[in-house]
Nanobody, 118 residues
Framework: QVQLVESGGGLVQAGGSLRLSCAASARTFNTYNMNWFRQAPGKEREFVARIRRSGGSTYYADSAKGRFTISRDNAKNTVYLQMNSLKPEDTAVYYC???????????WGKGTLVTVST
């Protein structure tokens, strides 16, 4: 069982930055691909970014490319999402998720709310 706890959300003005963190409980953290998803009010949850086990490969949704950076510290069992140039449409609950594979997520955090004001 892996427990994931997100932090770092909050209220920020458009154009600002936030860094989200996701701390994992498992010593096997480095065996999981780590992902960030988000769900805006009234919308379905959508993929944001992924980083492979070793941290050597990353993948982003088009909406995140050039503005968001995913990284991980396997020694700290933590994955990060640096978000720059935030837009009001980035307002959502952000979730981290761990997957042994690339498609199915095995574990989810409870999310952290990001609100971007105009």
């Amino acid at each position: 069982q892996v427990q994931l706890v997100e932090s770092g959300g909050g209220l920020v003005q458009a154009g600002g930055s936030l860094r989200l963190s996701c701390a994992a409980s498992a010593r096997t953290f480095n065996t999981y691909n780590m992902n960030w998803f988000r769900q805006a009010p009234g919308k379905e949850r959508e993929f944001v970014a992924r980083i492979r086990r070793s941290g050597g490969s990353t993948y982003y949704a088009d909406s995140a490319k050039g503005r968001f950076t995913i990284s991980r510290d396997n020694a700290k069992n933590t994955v990060y999402l640096q978000m720059n140039s935030l837009k009001p449409e980035d307002t959502a609950v952000y979730y981290c998720a761990a997957g042994a594979g690339l498609v199915v997520m095995d574990y989810w955090g409870k999310g952290t709310l990001v609100t971007v004001s105009t």
